[in-house]
């Protein structure tokens, strides 16, 4: 999830193909994809045309008149995947008129892009994909997600907080768990969010009674 949207005029809806979607960040959680995939299919065909219309995918409209999303990367990959090929979008910002360098400097500034690699670590913007297809795995987006819907912290509007909360884990679980034990690091991960070592994150819920 991104930053907050600035006050525009009445939002522009457009119709898009998903595979002309630029992203804002590096990575999603490939599990947390494939989940948000299997909920997607088990839609009647009534249904998910009425989901993709409660759920259109908001974006910035920059350079080149590129369309950039800023929230929803997860439910566009799912989309993506299962061969989805057109998505309503609501343009919160025309940023048309900057330049990339501007642009993507401006989108930082707002917390509208996350331009972290599967490792926790910034890059440049040049690295951030030109596709939502080409986005990495980052099990720990995966682990952080899981551990929301867990009853772990609380759902937050803090920008990125679900990928604030991987950097956490991704410092004091071990990958190769989280690879291959999942349920056991979901299990530690619960442990160290009710810790004291957690209380600057966003959505603490505090240590159990």
Not at 39 to 45: A, C, I, P, Q, V
Not at 74 to 80: E, K, P, Q, T, V
Not at 105 to 130: L, Q, S, V
Request: a neutral charge; proline letters at 6%.
């Amino acid at each position: 999830s991104g930053g907050q949207p600035m006050s525009t005029r009445e939002p522009r809806i457009i119709p898009v193909r998903l595979d002309d979607l630029r992203p804002t960040q590096m990575t999603v959680g490939y599990r947390e994809v494939e989940q948000k995939r299997e909920s997607w299919r088990r839609k009647s065909d009534t249904s998910a045309q009425t989901f993709l219309g409660d759920h259109m995918i908001p974006v910035l409209k920059g350079p080149k008149d590129k369309l950039f999303v800023i929230d929803h990367h997860h439910l566009a990959r799912a989309l993506i995947n299962d061969g989805v090929t057109d998505v309503l979008t609501t343009v919160v910002a025309d940023l048309s008129h900057l330049g990339k360098d501007e642009f993507w400097t401006f989108a930082d500034n707002r917390a509208w892009c996350h331009p972290y690699n599967a490792d926790g670590e910034r890059c440049a913007f040049k690295d951030i994909p030109n596709k939502i297809s080409e986005l990495k795995d980052d099990p720990y987006r995966s682990l952080s997600g899981a551990l929301r819907r867990a009853g772990g912290y609380a759902k937050d509007t803090t920008p990125f907080a679900e990928f604030t909360w991987a950097d956490f884990l991704r410092r004091r679980i071990k990958s190769k768990l989280v690879e291959t034990d999942f349920d056991t690091a979901l299990a530690r991960s619960l442990k160290l969010a009710q810790s004291e070592d957690a209380r600057h994150l966003p959505g603490w819920s505090g240590p159990c009674d």
